[in-house]
């Protein structure tokens, strides 16, 4: 699969260059039936809902659907595409909810934002910032929300 085209404008963040309540959206990923192979064969999830087109029809869901953590990992993705990112550093992991479906030829983006930062006591020159995001769908939906937990560099004295 090709990698997107994604210019990037603006550096790459410290932990020191952010403030709580920064916000960012995200370009969009559109979920394809090909895509949901794809993330069953990576993972060797082939539960019948997301890769049995009959199987999931008549399922409660009426139709094919992505796996959960497909989701989150768009979710991730489309984070890493924002003009807002930060320098590499670590995740110290995620909580997330997964609210309705995501069905094929949905259209998702994300929005996050700094919900809370402080610096890391354990590892002098870094910081911690919590990102409180939401996935949306093409019709104004949150489909999965919830918050990256990540410890970023700080600017070098």
């Known amino acids: 699969m090709p990698k997107p085209n994604i210019q990037f404008t603006t550096p790459e963040k410290y932990w020191d260059d952010a403030q709580v309540g920064d916000e960012c959206s995200s370009p969009t990923y559109t979920v394809t039936a090909e895509r949901i192979d794809a993330y069953a064969e990576l993972t060797g999830d ?9 199987y999931a029809k008549a399922s409660h869901f009426g139709c094919r659907v992505a796996h ?48 809370s930062m402080r610096p890391s006591k354990s590892k002098p020159g870094w910081g911690i910032v919590v990102l409180p995001a939401e996935l949306i769908n ?6 999965h929300k919830g918050e990256h937990r990540l410890m970023v560099p700080r600017r070098p004295v």
């Open 46 to 54: 082939f539960t019948p809902v997301h890769v049995d087109e009959e």
């Open 68 to 115: 959960g953590l497909m989701g989150l990992s768009v979710a991730d993705g489309l984070k890493t595409q924002c003009e807002y990112r930060f320098l590499p550093g670590m995740s110290l992991g995620w909580t997330w909810d997964f609210l309705l479906p995501i069905k094929i030829n949905d259209v998702l983006h994300i929005k996050f934002s700094v919900g």
């Open 138 to 143: 093409q019709h104004g939906q949150v489909v």
